[in-house]
């Protein structure tokens, strides 16, 4: 173990003397990150919707919905919420695209809510913003399910003989009604669900990044093998008093700690420079091994079916491409066609986002990247076995 | 005595200096085939303490192959070899400590110092805290390198990488220095600052296996060479002993002016003087070691009339020993 220390050690220090190492380790993969995430819009990974209200009514029932539910919104940072003069102002808010859907309180709301006839609430939406109206929707019926079980309480209760309450009280009820419910507020539940779909897009590309990368960085401990056998130190190698398994083991291990350093690097830089989110760090930690462990394997695998480092680094950089197309890493599977999305599984690229993915979910941990490190590190032992056992064969001459 | 039978190891071969002692290196009937193509075949030869053995022979004919069996490179399909009486395999990592090997390649990391290369391979063979850092300076000193240890060897000229080529298996002070080809591609300056390391390191007691096709490094460095041609030792022994099986004598071309005949006729009559044939010009002469006996066979000429105006040895040597056994030139 000593000797493969040593022979990582010294492939490590040749790695970082060639700058072409930390170019494609580290700065192609963190710049492309942050064009392709700064460029490309997040699509529905990323909320920041916009509401238009036109309050015609102004009675302490519309108030309650816009200082309850919407308020709400506002203050988790999902949406902002304009009040606009009038009806026509809120449908031209739409229609400019300054906001992408507008609630119309129309007035006698508040009085509504008193009778027997239902209160209503107008949602406008556009087509092209469909999570905008979905998410509105649901707060607004939210609101008026609560509404509607108090104004029938109270008519309930003026039927029976009592007096009709004022507003204000029926106001201050609904906002209870809606506190103390003991299930989270639709909308919370509604915007969880969106986030476990998919990360942003800076996340995203700074993680597709990285595994594309990572495939690329992998590479240079079994090319070093070769290139170690055209230089002719590979022979004096084997002349050392220590063992085939040492220098098979050192070249791995050198390639291995270089993955796991770079994508470590990207992780930090992409966090603190471009905003991403990578989500739990342990998982985050347990992942990247994984994911390094199965770009080891399969680029160790890969190498050893060529003759000649030129071959390997070609055959390598056509697995790596072929891989990261399949597997989501430029467009994401979510948005490719169904098969695509069955066929990007057998790629390590797809369950390392998808990995992600699950690590997004608020309070999500290493519990929820369990399986796609299951599957990265099967990849990784069995492909890395067999290449290890073909390494061998490259280093003991017969 | 040294012919082709006598190759495979163990047997006399004439050198006393190695006679009673213990041989560092035992390599017996090696043979290695790549399909139908006999690479190497019954290889076999002793190599005892500072001893400097050579093997000789053109390219391609098994010397390459034939160390890398030695040294545990390469599986062989069959043979033996004991380096200080350890057995030499692929997978026999310790016994590998007892050899240095220096590969025809420059088989350094450019981007590593001249010092680093030295350290890496000096950790590999076991050689830690303050031994390295010593064994490294004295390593240099030898090379010539010491004042461009910290710099990057791709920095270095063709002779320089050479001699550090030959610096890392020297490190960890080998029981047996296995050099192939060490001056491959070397100017002049490097390559006499190489053979004379090799004649150091020999007088200091290191057993030394040279390969080369440079008869004249063969005739220079090594107490006995092995002639290998197509995967065959085909004579070994001193350079003397090879030299015999083709007739060990000179011969001497003398220029002369007046009688030729009358000269050779009285140049016939030294004793050691095997033939003298007189020819338009001159006389040659077949004699046994020639520079010894030149003054008197100028003496004798003069005698019987004839004036010498240019006198030519030509020695028996390892090239024409070469052609005689293979029917080709060393360097074809």
Redesign the interface.
Same mark, same amino acid.
């Given at each position: 173990m000593r000797?493969a220390l /040593?022979i990582a050690a010294?492939d490590l220090?040749?790695r970082l003397?060639?700058r072409t190492a930390l170019i494609v380790a580290v700065i192609a993969p963190f710049g492309l990150a942050a064009i392709l995430g700064t460029v490309i819009p997040s699509g529905d990974g990323s909320l920041d919707l916009r509401y238009a209200i036109a309050d015609a009514d102004g009675s302490p029932v519309s108030t309650a919905f816009l200082e309850g539910p919407l308020a709400g919104l506002s203050d988790a940072g999902i949406a902002e919420i304009t009040p606009v003069d009038g009806a026509d102002a809120a449908r031209a808010a739409v229609d400019d695209d300054e906001a992408d859907a507008a609630f119309l309180i129309p007035a006698g709301f508040g009085e509504a809510s008193r009778g027997t006839a239902a209160a209503e609430i107008e949602l406008i939406t556009r087509a092209d913003a469909s999570i905008a109206g979905q998410i509105g929707q649901s707060v607004a019926e939210q609101f008026a399910a609560e509404l509607d079980a108090v104004r029938l309480s109270v008519v309930a209760a003026v039927a029976a003989g009592g007096v009709p309450p004022d507003p204000d009280e029926i106001a201050r009820l609904a906002s209870s009604a809606a506190e103390a419910s003991s299930e989270p507020p639709p909308i919370v539940v509604e915007v969880a669900s969106t986030e476990v779909a998919e990360v942003d897009s800076r996340t995203y590309y700074a993680a597709s990044m990285a595994i594309f990368f990572l495939f690329f960085t992998a590479s240079f401990g079994p090319l070093s093998l070769l290139n170690e056998r055209r230089?002719?130190?590979l022979?004096? /190698?084997?002349?050392?008093?220590?063992?085939?398994w040492a220098i098979v083991l050192g070249k791995s291990l050198g390639s291995f700690i270089l993955g796991i350093v770079a994508t470590g690097v990207l992780v930090v830089a992409s966090t603190l420079i471009l905003g991403a989110r990578w989500g739990d760090p342990f998982g985050v930690a347990v992942l990247v091994l994984a994911a390094v462990t199965a770009a080891s394997g399969i680029t160790g695998l890969v190498t050893t079916l060529a003759r000649t480092e030129q071959q390997a680094d070609g055959l390598n950089s056509i697995v790596a491409v072929t891989l990261a197309v399949l597997g989501g890493t430029f467009i994401p599977l979510s948005q490719a066609p169904e098969i695509l999305g069955q066929i990007g599984l057998i790629t390590p690229h797809a369950w390392f986002l998808d990995g992600l993915d699950e690590l997004a979910v608020p309070a999500s941990g290493i519990g929820a990247v369990l399986l796609p490190t299951g599957v990265l590190l099967l990849i990784g032992l069995v492909t890395g076995a067999i290449g290890l056992v073909r390494a061998r064969r490259l280093v003991?001459?017969? | 005595m040294a012919d082709a039978d006598r190759s495979s190891g163990g047997e006399d071969t004439g050198m006393t200096s190695t006679e009673a002692t213990e041989p560092v290196l035992v390599a017996e009937n090696l043979r290695k085939s790549y399909g139908e193509r006999i690479a190497v075949d019954g290889v076999g030869f002793n190599i005892g303490p500072s001893e400097t053995y050579g093997l000789l022979g053109p390219n391609g004919a098994g010397k390459t192959t034939t160390i890398?069996m030695i040294?545990?490179?390469?599986?062989r399909d069959g043979g033996s070899v004991t380096v200080d009486g350890r057995a030499i395999d692929?997978?026999q990592?310790?016994?590998?400590?007892a050899?240095g090997?220096v590969?025809?390649?420059?088989?350094?990391?450019?981007? /590593?110092t001249a010092r680093?290369n030295l350290r890496?391979?000096g950790?590999?063979?076991?050689i830690g805290g303050r031994e390295l850092p010593k064994r490294m300076d004295e390593v240099l000193e030898i090379i010539g390198l010491a004042d461009r240890a910290d710099e990057r060897t791709d920095q270095f000229s063709g002779g320089m990488k050479r001699r550090l080529n030959i610096g890392?298996g020297l490190l960890h002070r080998p029981r047996l220095l296995v050099l192939d080809e060490p001056t491959v591609g070397v100017d002049p300056q490097s390559r006499n600052a190489i053979l004379s390391s090799v004649e150091t390191l020999s007088e200091q007691g290191m057993a030394i296996l040279y390969t080369t096709h440079y008869m004249e490094e063969a005739e220079r460095l090594c107490d006995r060479v092995g002639i290998i041609d197509e995967g065959k030792i085909r004579a070994e022994g001193t350079r003397r002993e090879l030299v015999g099986l083709i007739g060990e004598r000179d011969r001497v071309s003398l220029t002369v002016s007046g009688s030729a005949a009358e000269a050779a006729t009285a140049l016939r009559a030294i004793d050691g003087v095997d033939e003298a044939t007189p020819h338009e010009g001159g006389v040659t002469l077949l004699v046994v070691e020639a520079r010894n006996l030149l003054p008197r066979i100028l003496e004798v000429a003069t005698q019987a009339g004839a004036s010498v105006g240019g006198v030519e040895i030509v020695e028996p040597d390892l090239e024409a020993v070469f052609l005689h056994l293979t029917g080709r030139a060393l360097r074809d």
């Amino acid at each position: 173990m000593r000797a493969a220390l /040593l022979i990582a050690a010294k492939d490590l220090r040749e790695r970082l003397r060639d700058r072409t190492a930390l170019i494609v380790a580290v700065i192609a993969p963190f710049g492309l990150a942050a064009i392709l995430g700064t460029v490309i819009p997040s699509g529905d990974g990323s909320l920041d919707l916009r509401y238009a209200i036109a309050d015609a009514d102004g009675s302490p029932v519309s108030t309650a919905f816009l200082e309850g539910p919407l308020a709400g919104l506002s203050d988790a940072g999902i949406a902002e919420i304009t009040p606009v003069d009038g009806a026509d102002a809120a449908r031209a808010a739409v229609d400019d695209d300054e906001a992408d859907a507008a609630f119309l309180i129309p007035a006698g709301f508040g009085e509504a809510s008193r009778g027997t006839a239902a209160a209503e609430i107008e949602l406008i939406t556009r087509a092209d913003a469909s999570i905008a109206g979905q998410i509105g929707q649901s707060v607004a019926e939210q609101f008026a399910a609560e509404l509607d079980a108090v104004r029938l309480s109270v008519v309930a209760a003026v039927a029976a003989g009592g007096v009709p309450p004022d507003p204000d009280e029926i106001a201050r009820l609904a906002s209870s009604a809606a506190e103390a419910s003991s299930e989270p507020p639709p909308i919370v539940v509604e915007v969880a669900s969106t986030e476990v779909a998919e990360v942003d897009s800076r996340t995203y590309y700074a993680a597709s990044m990285a595994i594309f990368f990572l495939f690329f960085t992998a590479s240079f401990g079994p090319l070093s093998l070769l290139n170690e056998r055209r230089q002719g130190t590979l022979a004096r /190698l084997v002349a050392a008093p220590i063992h085939p398994w040492a220098i098979v083991l050192g070249k791995s291990l050198g390639s291995f700690i270089l993955g796991i350093v770079a994508t470590g690097v990207l992780v930090v830089a992409s966090t603190l420079i471009l905003g991403a989110r990578w989500g739990d760090p342990f998982g985050v930690a347990v992942l990247v091994l994984a994911a390094v462990t199965a770009a080891s394997g399969i680029t160790g695998l890969v190498t050893t079916l060529a003759r000649t480092e030129q071959q390997a680094d070609g055959l390598n950089s056509i697995v790596a491409v072929t891989l990261a197309v399949l597997g989501g890493t430029f467009i994401p599977l979510s948005q490719a066609p169904e098969i695509l999305g069955q066929i990007g599984l057998i790629t390590p690229h797809a369950w390392f986002l998808d990995g992600l993915d699950e690590l997004a979910v608020p309070a999500s941990g290493i519990g929820a990247v369990l399986l796609p490190t299951g599957v990265l590190l099967l990849i990784g032992l069995v492909t890395g076995a067999i290449g290890l056992v073909r390494a061998r064969r490259l280093v003991v001459t017969r | 005595m040294a012919d082709a039978d006598r190759s495979s190891g163990g047997e006399d071969t004439g050198m006393t200096s190695t006679e009673a002692t213990e041989p560092v290196l035992v390599a017996e009937n090696l043979r290695k085939s790549y399909g139908e193509r006999i690479a190497v075949d019954g290889v076999g030869f002793n190599i005892g303490p500072s001893e400097t053995y050579g093997l000789l022979g053109p390219n391609g004919a098994g010397k390459t192959t034939t160390i890398s069996m030695i040294c545990g490179l390469l599986v062989r399909d069959g043979g033996s070899v004991t380096v200080d009486g350890r057995a030499i395999d692929v997978g026999q990592a310790s016994a590998k400590g007892a050899i240095g090997y220096v590969p025809q390649d420059l088989a350094i990391y450019p981007e /590593l110092t001249a010092r680093e290369n030295l350290r890496f391979f000096g950790q590999l063979y076991g050689i830690g805290g303050r031994e390295l850092p010593k064994r490294m300076d004295e390593v240099l000193e030898i090379i010539g390198l010491a004042d461009r240890a910290d710099e990057r060897t791709d920095q270095f000229s063709g002779g320089m990488k050479r001699r550090l080529n030959i610096g890392i298996g020297l490190l960890h002070r080998p029981r047996l220095l296995v050099l192939d080809e060490p001056t491959v591609g070397v100017d002049p300056q490097s390559r006499n600052a190489i053979l004379s390391s090799v004649e150091t390191l020999s007088e200091q007691g290191m057993a030394i296996l040279y390969t080369t096709h440079y008869m004249e490094e063969a005739e220079r460095l090594c107490d006995r060479v092995g002639i290998i041609d197509e995967g065959k030792i085909r004579a070994e022994g001193t350079r003397r002993e090879l030299v015999g099986l083709i007739g060990e004598r000179d011969r001497v071309s003398l220029t002369v002016s007046g009688s030729a005949a009358e000269a050779a006729t009285a140049l016939r009559a030294i004793d050691g003087v095997d033939e003298a044939t007189p020819h338009e010009g001159g006389v040659t002469l077949l004699v046994v070691e020639a520079r010894n006996l030149l003054p008197r066979i100028l003496e004798v000429a003069t005698q019987a009339g004839a004036s010498v105006g240019g006198v030519e040895i030509v020695e028996p040597d390892l090239e024409a020993v070469f052609l005689h056994l293979t029917g080709r030139a060393l360097r074809d």
